[in-house]
């Protein structure tokens, strides 16, 4: 099989975001990395091994190209001296090992977090498309372009009966790289979007496709982020202040959306002060009910004094577009919203997705965690760390 990664453009926005401060303030930061199925795949993972092996060899012969290297000097959140450290990047196969347990696939990445970091999004791409390729055949395509020109159709409805100044605009991204069907599926998914609904698709997380597509690259931060700075040498109690000081620091405004769900929502609102709710332009959700996290955000914002439709929420779990219609049409009249859909665009194609994750488990030699709001993403790590984590928090299991 051909190499499925042919530019390491083809991965999302915040792995180069995130990157470049972890080079800029911490980049000496050893980070492992581990593999999950959270759902039960139709056909072994494990049998998958070879394919991936293979794939992995061909994406760290990588380089970034002068074409690439010149796009990304053109972001201007985007720092020169970085994309000259981008200019002699490539990934180095030592630090990602893959082998099977039963019919199990394990992927186990340990490194510096300047090279480990960037495999992510690379490798569940590869897995899914690796995954798929046998079921891929014109049926499954007609039945994704059903589902695709349906999911238009709506959208374009939806455009044409929205009243100019009655709510905030619907606007929508793409967030599907990590979970797409296949390359040329997802490249066919963001182009028919942004042709067919201009007015409401407003990017893409994968820097490749916004490039090629003239669009606007969408993210900021992950959850990787704020578990790094578990193990970055402040008190845990003041982990995610460390983390969005951090921020600040480097993007100096720029890419002004916070994660809220590291530790929970209560635990972010509780170190999201004044001083944080000033300098962000607002929140992602990510896991949890999306209406309770909404109305804990905009009450927060209303305690605080700072007019929530100043602000941003940008609704990212598991959505797909009668959903984000739903959210729309609660909180638009109080607060800006934005939806990124991710699997729901990338790989809908009648059959069950992949739900795969790839997750920092420990930095510089200690456990870091993430603590979701919907329990089932909670990735498992020391048992212990979990346990002082949520005593630190005051988070009951």
């Known amino acids: 099989m051909p190499p499925i990664i042919t530019s390491l453009l083809d991965t999302d926005l915040y792995k180069f975001t995130m990157l470049q401060v972890v080079l800029h303030q911490f980049p000496a930061a050893h980070g492992e990395y581990a593999f999950k199925c959270r ?43 970085f994309v000259d450290y981008l200019e002699l990047f490539h990934l180095q196969r030592r630090f990602i090992r893959v082998s099977e347990q039963g019919d199990e696939l394990l ?3 340990k490194g510096p977090m300047i090279q480990a970091m960037f495999f992510e999004i690379f490798v569940l791409a590869i897995v899914n498309e690796l995954y798929f390729q046998p079921l891929d055949n014109s049926v499954v395509r007609a039945e994704g372009q059903r589902r695709l020109q349906e999911k ?30 296949s390359r040329d599926w ?21 820097v490749y496709l916004a490039w090629q597509l003239g669009i606007t690259p969408i993210g900021t931060m992950a959850h990787e982020f704020f578990q790094a700075f578990q193990a970055l040498g402040v008190r845990l109690r003041d982990f995610q202040k460390a983390a969005l000081e951090a921020w600040v620091q480097e993007y100096r405004g720029d890419l002004g959306i916070a994660l809220t769900d590291v ?5 972010f609102l509780a170190d999201f002060d004044l001083y944080f709710a ?26 605080l004094r700072i007019p929530p439709h100043s602000k941003m929420l940008v609704f990212s779990d598991a959505l797909n577009v009668d959903k984000a219609l739903a959210l ?3 909180f638009s009249e109080r607060i800006q919203v934005s939806f990124g859909i991710g699997t729901n665009f990338s790989n809908d194609m009648g059959l069950t997705p992949l739900q795969i994750v790839l997750k920092l488990v420990s930095c510089n030699g200690q456990p870091v965690a ?28």
């Open 39 to 81: 759902n039960t795949p139709q056909r072994p993972l494990a049998a998958l091994k070879d394919e991936l092996e293979a794939q992995l060899d061909a994406l760290c012969a990588l380089h970034f190209t002068q074409d690439e290297l010149g796009y990304l000097r053109s972001l201007r959140f985007i720092k020169s001296d």
């Open 107 to 109: 992927v186990s990445i």
């Open 152 to 181: 238009i159709a709506r959208l374009q409805a939806f455009s044409q009966s929205a009243r100019p100044g009655e709510h905030s605009p619907l606007l929508m991204s793409d967030f599907g790289t990590r979970r797409r069907f």
């Open 186 to 206: 997802h490249a066919h998914v963001v182009a028919s979007l942004h042709r067919e609904v201009p007015a409401i698709f407003r990017g893409t997380s994968n």
């Open 263 to 267: 530790v929970g929502m209560e635990a």
């Open 278 to 303: 000033k300098l962000f332009d607002g929140l992602r959700h990510d896991s949890g009910d999306p209406y309770l996290w909404g109305e804990k955000a905009i009450a927060h914002y209303q305690a």
């Open 328 to 330: 729309h049409q609660h």
């Open 370 to 397: 993430k603590l979701s709001d919907s329990p089932g993403k909670t990735m498992p790590t020391d048992a212990t760390f979990l346990a002082y984590l949520r005593q630190v928090f005051g988070i009951r299991e």
